[in-house]
């Protein structure tokens, strides 16, 4: 079975605090994406990583590709009511149109 | 329209009823896509088109039957559910294969379904 497991699963914290959210898995991708999705919406793409040891930036949100292509990371600085939602990671097995979407992280900021 | 559109928002149907879910994209994709989502459970993959044919059926239960006309409409038609199959049901598109696809795929609101 093609896994992405993230961690934490729920994530509670005040506004201003930093946080890191994991996606592992034991496959290799050739890109990964990471979404955002608010309750009552579809997913919304944050990032796309595809060469590993990629390191992006989108303002507060710093996304990280593992050097082996199958794990990544979003660390969030100075957290903020707005980044509530359900972040999700999907990795794109290549030559495929195949995306697996991780386990989902729930954040909630406390203002 | 801009996007991918999804109709209906909500579905109620008993377990004898037959209904489709329509999907449409306005962003000149080559690409369309099923996917499930439960509580408590990843996002499913169900069905993938691409250029109107189907790529992958990943082991998705014959009451449910995608149809796909050409590369901007994917409908998914339901007959006999079960009230386990209440959940939301995703729509996204992407550039598809043969094309510069960056991978990224956009997503609809979703159709809420719920089998009583």
């Known amino acids: 079975t093609q896994l992405l497991e993230q961690s934490p699963q729920f994530l509670s914290i005040q506004e201003g605090e930093n946080l890191t959210v994991y996606c592992n898995s034991s496959?290799?991708?050739?890109?990964l994406q990471w979404y955002r999705q608010e309750p009552g919406e579809g997913p919304v793409l944050l990032v796309t990583v595809v060469t590993g040891g990629e390191v992006k930036k989108l303002k507060r949100l710093t996304f990280q590709f593992g050097d082996a292509r199958k794990d990544s990371s979003l660390h969030i600085t100075a957290a903020q009511p707005g980044d509530t939602g359900l972040y999700l990671c999907a990795g794109q097995f290549s030559g495929t149109y195949k995306y697996i979407f991780g386990t989902g992280t729930r954040l909630k900021v406390l203002a | 329209e801009t996007g991918v559109t999804q109709t209906p928002r909500h579905l109620v149907m008993g377990m004898t009823n037959k209904k489709s879910l329509k999907c449409e994209q306005h962003l000149g994709h080559n690409a369309m896509y099923w996917y499930k989502q439960s509580a408590k459970k990843p996002l499913e993959l169900m069905f993938v088109y691409n250029f109107k044919e189907q790529t992958e059926n990943n082991s998705v239960p014959s009451r449910f039957s995608p149809e796909c006309p050409n590369s901007s409409h994917l409908f998914l038609h339901l007959h006999t559910l079960q009230p386990e199959d209440s959940a939301l049901y995703l729509c996204?598109?992407?550039?598809?294969?043969?094309?510069?696809?960056?991978?990224?795929?956009?997503f609809g609101e979703g159709s809420r379904l719920t089998v009583l």
């Open positions: 496959s290799v991708f050739s890109s």
């Open positions: 996204a598109s992407s550039q598809g294969q043969g094309t510069l696809d960056t991978g990224e795929l956009f």
